[in-house]
T-cell receptor, first 112, second 109 residues
Framework: ETGVTQSPTHLIKTRGQQVTLRCSSQSGHNTVSWYQQALGQGPQFIFQYYREEENGRGNFPPRFSGLQFPNYSSELNVNALELDDSALYLC???????????FGEGSWLTVV | GEDVEQSLFLSVREGDSSVINCTYTDSSSTYLYWYKQEPGAGLQLLTYIFSNMDMKQDQRLTVLLNKKDKHLSLRIADTQTGDSAIYFCAESIRDKIIFGKGTRLHILP
């Protein structure tokens, strides 16, 4: 148990739809990062939020957006879903971009 | 560039030691990590090493870091069936972690 919880655990969406994934960080952690893990691949960095501000972004298009709330929980929003967006989406939390980074169990997204 | 390479598969007999190797390219990495992922699950942080260290031991796990060659290894002593999983090597660069593609560890009876 890492204390990082994500919802929903599984969902199926149709191409062109929008999806919101949620993450509650470990207690006391003010930094949340999101990663996309396609089948058979390592996780790829999407972006990071620190104290409600985006603090870094990977090579993902603008239709991937996020939010962090005052309680440090976070959302990942993906618009105009494409088939290639099918993946495991992982949320990770840490304190001040520190060295101990804990991941949630992830949200499995299937786009059909 | 930012790249982490590791072999894709490793088979080891139960009770033997497993050694998983990894190379990385960015010398500005602050921390290097090993994560474990079991089927259908998220990532479990196994251990990490600060870039100015060359070795870290934690129970059955030993991490060796050769900063000159940008080579990281994870040794699992007395490998058990519960160690069967995918192991990801990763490096931290500024605000993000760069992962390798993972090494699938298969335990032979």
């Amino acid at each position: 148990e890492t204390g990082v919880t994500q919802s929903p655990t599984h969902l199926i969406k149709t191409r062109g739809q929008q999806v919101t994934l949620r993450c509650s960080s470990q207690s006391g952690h003010n930094t949340v990062s999101w990663y996309q893990q396609a089948l058979g691949q390592g996780p790829q960095f999407i972006f990071q939020y620190y104290r409600e501000e985006e603090n870094g972004r990977g090579n993902f298009p603008p239709r991937f957006s996020g939010l962090q709330f005052p309680n440090y929980s976070s959302e990942l929003n993906v618009n105009a879903l494409e088939l290639d967006d099918s993946a495991l989406y992982l949320c990770a939390s840490s304190l001040n971009s520190g060295n101990t980074i804990y991941f949630g169990e992830g949200s499995w997204l299937t786009v059909v | 560039g930012e790249d982490v390479e590791q072999s894709l598969f490793l088979s080891v007999r139960e009770g033997d030691s497993s050694v998983i190797n990894c190379t990385y390219t960015d010398s500005s990495s602050t921390y290097l990590y090993w994560y474990k992922q079991e089927p259908g699950a998220g990532l479990q942080l196994l251990t990490y090493i600060f870039s100015n260290m060359d070795m870290k031991q934690d129970q059955r796990l030993t991490v060796l870091l050769n900063k000159k060659d940008k080579h990281l290894s994870l040794r699992i002593a007395d490998t058990q069936t519960g160690d069967s999983a995918i192991y990801f090597c990763a490096e931290s660069i500024r605000d993000k972690i760069i992962f390798g593609k993972g090494t699938r560890l298969h335990i032979l009876p």
